[in-house]
């Protein structure tokens, strides 16, 4: 049987007894995004984990295609207003990781240039 993510993912929102707009809230974004979430078949496994960690659940058990338990062991960042900002953290070392490859290409590209410049 296929399962549908955002159906498990909302069942277990809504046992936990957290309301769509406190996940909303604490996840930094509005509610419709949240709603759209439970309509697709398919989450990003971010997704899942992040909502795991503000909702404090271990969905290794709903998802063990996609995570372990150790997954859910680690702690939580949350940010001084009580925010879990997990997903922050993600785009930022996604955004430092392409920063410091752009680098690396520049300084090579400069390395190049130097010695052209030094063969003429």
Sequence with gaps: MDKHYGQIVELV?????????????????????????????????????????????DFSVEFPELFTKEDFTRSSVVDSSGNLSIVGEINAINWKDKYI???????NLLLKQLENDSQI
């Design 101 to 107: 490859d752009l680098l690396e290409k520049y300084n």
């Design 13 to 57: 929102i809504r046992k936990k007894g957290y309301s769509i707009s406190e996940l909303a809230r604490l996840s930094q974004i509005n509610r419709k995004c949240v709603y759209n979430w439970f309509n697709q078949k398919y989450l990003k496994p971010e997704i899942i984990y992040s909502v795991g960690c503000i909702i404090h659940h």
